[in-house]
């Protein structure tokens, strides 16, 4: 069964470029996260969805960035327009259920520098 | 400010020895802890957790010890192995609000050397 898929695995651009990044999460899974990895800040969740609605996205840094997840087999997380310090490893996870605590699945990462 | 602290920013442990990794939180409503593993150009995998109604968890090799009174909790890793050299994250839920919202720590690379 193939785990959650994430697109692409690396992405370079230029500073005030649009940046889309996507995310496929396990089939049956009804919850899903977006989350930047930095040295600084580790794993900071930036919004995560339950069945298909946004619930949290007080963890988005700023207006640049937006999610959206039009059905429950893809989610899109974009960067507009991108600059440098956006610039980190960002992971899609998904999760099965929304009650107790369920484990979530994380995708390989997408590496993006902004230069 | 960060509610879920991993002050060692790496360790370097001999296979065979004990590999101990730290971890502070702030939040007293935290009521489950997780610990994930991560290799490099991998996404972190679930590794062990432990509810805030015990003080120790036990799987194999590894064990998650809790202190609620000092908010503080460790990952035990005996012996170490050199498989084991990742970086390992420190995760937190906060009781009562959206159920599978984790809070992670910076994390902590470990290097067990053969």
């Known amino acids: 069964d193939a785990g959650v898929i994430q697109s692409p695995r690396h992405e370079v651009t230029e500073m005030g470029q649009e940046v889309t990044l996507r995310c496929k999460p396990i089939?049956?899974?009804?919850?899903l996260f977006w989350y930047r990895q930095t040295m600084m800040r580790g794993l900071e969740l930036l919004i995560y969805?339950?069945?298909?609605?946004?619930?949290?996205d007080s963890g988005m840094p700023e207006d640049r960035f937006s999610a959206k997840m039009p059905n429950a087999s893809f989610s899109t997380l974009k960067i507009q327009p991108s600059e440098p310090r956006d610039s980190a490893v960002y992971f899609c996870?998904?999760?099965?259920?929304?009650?107790?605590?369920?484990?979530?699945?994380f995708g390989p990462g997408t590496r993006l520098t902004v230069l | 400010d960060q509610q879920v602290k991993q002050n060692s920013p790496s360790l370097s442990v001999q296979e065979g020895r004990i590999s101990i990794l730290n971890c502070d939180y702030t939040?007293?409503?935290?009521?489950?802890f997780l610990w994930y593993k991560k290799y490099p150009a991998e996404g972190p995998t679930f590794l062990i957790s432990?509810?805030?109604?015990?003080d120790k968890n036990e799987d194999g090799r590894f064990t998650v010890f809790l202190n609620k009174s000092a908010k503080h909790l460790s990952l035990h890793i005996v012996p170490s192995q050199p498989g084991d050299s990742a970086v390992y994250f420190c995760?937190?839920?906060?009781?009562?609000?959206?159920?599978?919202?984790?809070?992670f720590g910076t994390g902590t690379l470990l290097a067990v050397q053969p």
């Open positions: 089939s049956g899974h009804n919850s």
């Open positions: 969805f339950n069945n298909n609605v946004p619930i949290d």
């Open positions: 995760a937190a839920r906060a009781y009562g609000g959206a159920t599978n919202k984790l809070i």
């Open positions: 432990i509810s805030s109604i015990k």
């Open positions: 939040n007293s409503m935290f009521d489950y």
């Open positions: 996870a998904s999760s099965a259920g929304t009650t107790n605590y369920n484990e979530q699945f």
